[in-house]
T-cell receptor, first 113, second 111 residues
Framework: DAGVIQSPRHEVTEMGQEVTLRCKPISGHNSLFWYRQTMMRGLELLIYFNNNVPIDDSGMPEDRFSAKMPNASFSTLKIQPSEPRDSAVYFC???????????FGPGTRLTVL | DAKTTQPPSMDCAEGRAANLPCNHSTISGNEYVYWYRQIHSQGPQYIIHGLKNNETNEMASLIITEDRKSSTLILPHATLRDTAVYYCIVRVAQGAQKLVFGQGTRLTINP
């Protein structure tokens, strides 16, 4: 199994541009999570999906952030417009069911200039 | 979820046992203790979890005190590749989705 796949691995963009981060969960996993990690705030949960349905998006910072999961094998996290304070490493994770551990992807390092 | 307290950093010599403590004095009866680690520039990795009994797997052992207010993660023969930030997380296992990560313990294995 290839594990959780995230793309791109690195993204550098200018303030005001739209950014789309992508995640492919492990096949058969029915929960998907988006996290953000910064030095100041550590690792924070942004949103999670169960069976492609968003369950809790209380961690999404503001309306500039949106996440979708159109099918069981793909999810996107979009930031529009991006700001320098959005610079962070964004991790996607998946889990097979409610009772198992989460498997994390390698992350996307986002830099907004 | 109960709050956890961990030392910010620890050192251990290669080949020795690394013992990482975690305090969770407000843990409730249905909450489990989970350990994850994050090696530099990688995503967090699950290590082990337990409720009240000691647990062991191929990566580590978890010792939970009888009153469940604290626990210790043991890496029996630490290697340089075990250098990472280790997170102790307490949460209800069933039906709970969120992992709330604290600051963790930065473990450095020295040659």
């Amino acid at each position: 199994d290839a594990g959780v796949i995230q793309s791109p691995r690195h993204e550098v963009t200018e303030m005001g541009q739209e950014v789309t981060l992508r995640c492919k969960p492990i096949s058969g996993h029915n929960s998907l999570f988006w996290y953000r990690q910064t030095m100041m705030r550590g690792l924070e949960l942004l949103i999670y999906f169960n069976n492609n349905v968003p369950i809790d998006d209380s961690g999404m910072p503001e309306d500039r952030f949106s996440a979708k999961m159109p099918n069981a094998s793909f999810s996107t996290l979009k930031i529009q417009p991006s700001e320098p304070r959005d610079s962070a490493v964004y991790f996607c994770a998946s889990r097979p069911d409610l009772y198992n551990e989460q498997f994390f992807g390698p992350g996307t390092r986002l830099t907004v200039l | 979820d109960a709050k956890t307290t961990q030392p910010p950093s620890m050192d251990c010599a290669e080949g020795r046992a690394a013992n990482l403590p975690c305090n969770h004095s407000t843990i409730s009866g249905n909450e489990y203790v989970y350990w994850y680690r994050q090696i530099h520039s990688q995503g967090p990795q699950y290590i082990i979890h337990g409720l009240k009994n000691n647990e062991t797997n191929e990566m580590a052992s978890l010792i939970i005190t009888e009153d469940r207010k604290s626990s210790t993660l043991i890496l029996p023969h630490a290697t340089l590749r075990d250098t990472a930030v280790y997170y102790c997380i307490v949460r209800v296992a069933q039906g709970a989705q969120k992992l709330v990560f604290g600051q963790g313990t930065r473990l450095t294995i020295n040659p």
